[in-house]
């Protein structure tokens, strides 16, 4: 993959749709969030005509507060998975992802102190606004020795979320994959903010 990556998605739509594109511009994903599911279901395509499914993300469970989310094939082979840190992520997000039950890799926020900001100045109707657009938040991808290797950051945008993913270090492409099947659900579960 070209990277950057970018992630892309209208705020004011019926139903989640994200496109993923690379550095040429070139669609690599297409996100779609099934609506009206008790447990988060999302399908992962290869174009946007959504002709060639490559993976579903399922959650384990209907609350999502330290949900995880299973990875399959369009066969119906596992590929991991990524949970929510419950407590740990009230003040700044935390996934682990995970291969054969064991954590590999970890998604954490750059800035905690940007979702604290943001969650006080939310509540005040302009300065919210504001703060949703001026306070983008930035995630990192590390490996189990603490290595970064990929990082996602939110770009300004008004009525559409922007995300922009970057090549820190080198990994095996499985584990790519794995780490952006995580980063995508990131982005559902955290796209309200900035």
Known sequence: MQYPLELRFKLLTFGQRITATDKAGNTIFFIKQKMFKLKEQVQVFADTEQKRLLFQIAADRVLDF??????TDAEGNDWGSVRRR??????SAHYEILEDGKVVMAITEESPIKKIIESLLG???ILGLLAVYLLNPSYRVVGVDNQPLLRLVKRPAIFEGVYQVEKLGE???????????AMIMLVLLERKRG
């Open 66 to 71: 330290s949900a995880s989310y299973h990875f």
């Open 86 to 91: 419950g407590m740990r992520s009230l003040w």
């Open 123 to 125: 509540e005040i109707p």
């Open 171 to 181: 990994l095996p492409p499985d584990e790519e994959l794995r780490s952006l099947l």
